[in-house]
């Protein structure tokens, strides 16, 4: 045991241990679950339009934006297949080799391993950004950051090589940075995320190169010519050359100068020192302000403190048994400052030309990607100033990394929820529309998830319900897209939707409106009772008068093994949906046959209205005591509430049943009871 002990001692106090610890680190923050989680936001969508549309189709996506970045979803779609867990672990390794990467480029710039250690791990862990999850997408944005920040790699060895090796070998200077420029190049090539980054090259130039101030400087500029040139060549192109430059955004904060130039310079040093303040203070202050329990649930709390507390006890005593070192000398803390505020100032400059600040949530969080290098040094430079007291700033330093290990771990909880939401929605969307007809749009509410929407969820729609090659179905949220897509809640009104790769043509006259709020089941809306369903929201309960169940067909609609997981148990939820399927093609013995089972297991209706098929199967068999017993126990849930659409539906079961006794004195029953008017 002690031999095995030394020997992990050893391997952790080693340069080849960091990676190891560096690991151990990302496992923890993004590696937890990584099973559970799926597609989520644009990858929803790209997924389907690969394996489904083709990969010309993905090209055209991306040629309006960043057509070289796709290139890269070229390569990568196709070795991993449309397996959610691939692309999450891929993803972690791609995370954890960003980190890597910045430890290997800090130990160029300073001998003492501290600064490196403390950066990687800061960055490691960077709480600002809560869209690691995201793993097709946030994949390929760390392939290009591996890139650039290899090229900083390359660029600091070849200065290195260069200055202290009297014969360097054939892999020199030129060699290293040749190498190092056309990882550059792939960088600002291919997305405009670091492309500002690029200029922070210079500092880490002028941090490395040795002798006085003035000649430090001109050694800077002149090992940094080369790499002006690529800059300025890929900023020529996209500027005169690429059609698509400003296709999503505009030069907004360019324009204002323009206009009014105090304005114009006032609101960018507002965006500034607002993007410091949520990139730097309140991001590593984040995560200690804990959502509330009832948010997140007391046993995702009881985890996370235990993930919290293991992780700050391991940390601190890694750092103070095996990383006890001198003090990091000021001059270091200073370039430490230089270099931090260097990097966070660089990255905005994206941001900032356009408007754009970033957020600590989602979607917003995604602008916060560039400063997580610059605001990690900071940090780290702050935590240094501490050298004074090293048990102190081992104690800063575990309980900052650990807390955000903690906030990480939460917001892929958060994750695996909305997946799970996701996936409920369409194993019971396929249980009631096994089939629909060509061009039908879908409408409904906004869904409880956070990390979809109706654009993406639109793409795991037309997997199940079109053909290969084909896009006949769209979903919107009705209060995103009324009057923005949908023109009007009137029949006959023709509209399309532009999905880049392909677009959707739809009519008013072909809609299924659908309501979903978890855990109450997926309810399509019925004109005849929804109208006055108040449980509904009211624009969708005004476009329930549209809904067309005549585009829902009888067929067999088969989810996608690899993306979606396998078809949950059957509880009430299913009975209810097969139950409503059964209803709209007037098959009563299966409505009734389905209502005797869903009454018999353990579970129960979470929406009074879920009762109402098996109502109206049991008043067609001629069970009318189970009928009324029914509606009794829906009407007692809110007399006001459900008693409008109780009406509805005893005045379609009068009309559709045939008059007799039993029948007669039910719905009189029914009316007098539920007050409905004659």
Not at 436 to 455: C, G, H, M, Q, R
Not at 613 to 627: K, L, N, P, Q, S
Request: net charge neutral; with cysteine.
């Amino acid at each position: 045991m002690r031999s095995y002990f030394e020997r992990f001692t050893a391997y952790s106090t080693s340069p080849g241990g960091v990676p190891f610890v560096l690991f151990v680190v990302a496992t923890l923050s993004y590696g937890l679950f990584f099973w559970e989680r799926g597609f989520y936001w644009d990858e929803a969508p790209w997924t389907w339009i690969y394996y489904r549309l083709g990969p010309a189709a993905l090209t055209k996506t991306f040629s309006t934006s960043r057509p070289f970045w796709g290139m890269i979803y070229q390569l990568t779609m196709p070795l991993l297949g449309a397996y959610p867990w691939r692309w999450q672990l891929l993803m972690l390794i791609m995370r954890w080799l960003t980190a890597v990467l910045f430890w290997m480029l800090l130990k160029q710039v300073w001998k003492d391993e501290k600064p490196a250690l403390w950066g990687s791990l800061l960055f490691l862990v960077y709480p600002g950004l809560g869209q690691n999850f995201i793993s097709l997408m946030y994949t390929h944005f760390y392939i290009v950051l591996n890139c650039f920040l290899f090229s900083l790699y390359l660029s600091l060895l070849a200065i290195r090589r260069s200055t202290l090796t009297p014969n360097p070998s054939p892999l020199g200077r030129g060699g290293l940075t040749l190498a190092a420029l056309v990882f550059s190049i792939v960088n600002l090539l291919t997305m405009e995320y670091f492309y500002f980054l690029e200029f922070s090259r210079i500092v880490f130039f002028w941090i490395v190169l040795q002798g006085a101030w003035k000649t430090k400087i001109r050694g800077a500029i002149l090992h940094y010519l080369p790499y002006l040139a690529a800059v300025m060549g890929v900023t020529f192109w996209r500027l005169f050359f690429f059609e698509n430059q400003n296709a999503s955004y505009s030069y907004v904060t360019l324009a204002l100068i323009r206009e009014d130039p105090v304005v114009g310079i006032t609101t960018l040093l507002n965006n500034i020192l607002m993007s410091f303040r949520e990139t730097v203070f309140h991001a590593w202050v984040f995560p200690f302000e804990s959502g509330a329990i009832q948010q997140i649930g007391l046993r995702v709390v009881i985890l996370s403190a235990s993930i919290v507390l293991v992780s700050m006890i391991s940390i601190a005593l890694y750092l103070f048994f095996f990383h006890r070192t001198a003090q990091s000398e000021r001059s270091q803390v200073k370039e430490m400052f230089l270099l931090g505020f260097g990097m966070w100032l660089f990255a905005g400059g994206s941001f900032w030309l356009v408007g754009i600040e970033p957020q600590l949530h989602f979607s917003a969080d995604r602008f916060t990607l560039p400063f997580m290098l610059g605001s990690s040094l900071i940090v780290a430079a702050l935590i240094g100033l501490l050298s004074f007291r090293p048990k102190l700033q081992y104690g800063v330093l575990a309980l900052l990394i650990a807390f955000s290990i903690g906030k990480q771990f939460e917001t892929n909880i958060a994750y695996v929820r909305d997946w799970e939401v996701q996936q409920n929605l369409f194993w019971q969307l396929s249980w009631r529309i096994p089939a629909l007809e060509k061009n039908t749009a879908l409408i409904s509410n906004d869904l409880p998830v956070t990390y979809f929407s109706d654009n993406s969820l639109s793409g795991p729609l037309n997997w199940i319900y079109s053909p290969p090659g084909e896009m006949n179905h769209i979903l919107y949220f009705i209060s995103i897209r009324l009057n923005r897509g949908l023109p009007d809640l009137e029949p006959g009104l023709a509209f399309e939707q532009n999905y880049l790769a392909t677009t959707f043509y739809g009519n008013t006259s072909q809609l299924v409106v659908f309501e979903y709020s978890p855990p109450r089941c997926l309810r399509v809306l019925d004109p005849e009772i929804d109208e006055v369903n108040r449980y509904v929201d009211p624009l969708l309960r005004d476009a329930a008068a549209l809904s067309n169940l005549s585009m829902i067909q009888e067929g067999e609609v088969i989810l996608p093994d690899s993306i979606f997981a396998a078809e949950p148990v059957h509880g009430w939820c299913y009975y209810f949906e097969k139950a409503e399927l059964a209803r709209q093609f007037g098959d009563w013995e299966a409505v009734t046959r389905l209502g005797d089972e869903a009454f018999a297991l353990n579970d129960y209706p979470n929406n009074p209205l879920e009762r109402f098929v098996f109502i109206e199967g049991y008043a067609h068999a001629g069970d009318w005591d189970r009928a009324l017993k029914l509606s009794r126990e829906s009407f007692k849930v809110s007399k006001e509430f459900v008693g409008p659409p109780l009406c509805r539906l005893w005045q379609r079961i009068e009309t559709e049943t045939s008059a007799g006794l039993d029948r007669d004195a039910s719905v009189s029953e029914a009316m007098n009871l539920f007050a409905c008017n004659p």
